[in-house]
């Protein structure tokens, strides 16, 4: 599921024209990187799925840092982030899977004074096969 939707986001072209890179689209904790916007892929917890199946529930955060200013670029990544990464149902790579994918909410604007950026994050419940 993780490569499938990496994949789906950097092969975007209105996402690459609001200036997400691969090199600015990372997973996990890292260190400030120099490019903007850059986004931020957190994986929740893998839970098992209906009656012990091979799929696992779990949920995906998308944070998206900007140089601070207007949140009018974070939210457009957001708006096509929902249309993007829900387009992915029923899309198979091999043994990985996404059979569901379900915006939750886009958070408050905030500010990272770590990262020095505004930010906004997007949550998705995830059912699917890794």
């Known amino acids: ?3 499938i939707v990496r994949a789906a986001i950097l092969a975007d072209a209105q996402l690459v024209s609001l200036g997400v890179t691969p090199e600015a689209t990372l997973a996990g904790d890292v260190d400030t990187p120099v490019g903007r916007p850059f986004l931020n892929l ?3 917890s893998n839970l098992p799925s209906f009656r012990e199946q091979v799929t696992i529930q779990t949920t995906l955060a998308v944070w998206v840092h900007d140089t601070p200013a207007d949140y009018s670029r ?3 990544i957001l708006a096509r982030l929902r249309t993007v ?3 992915l149902e029923g899309v198979v790579d091999g043994t990985s ?3 569901v994918i379900t915006w939750n909410n886009d958070g408050p604007d905030l ?3 770590g990262h ?3 930010v906004k994050v997007a949550n998705f419940s995830v ?4």
């Open 127 to 130: 059912v699917g096969k890794f």
């Open 116 to 118: 020095r950026t505004i």
């Open 111 to 113: 500010q990272d004074d």
């Open 74 to 76: 974070i939210d457009q």
């Open 97 to 99: 899977e996404v059979q």
């Open 85 to 87: 990464l829900q387009s």
């Open 1 to 3: 599921m993780r490569t």
């Open 42 to 44: 957190k994986w929740g």
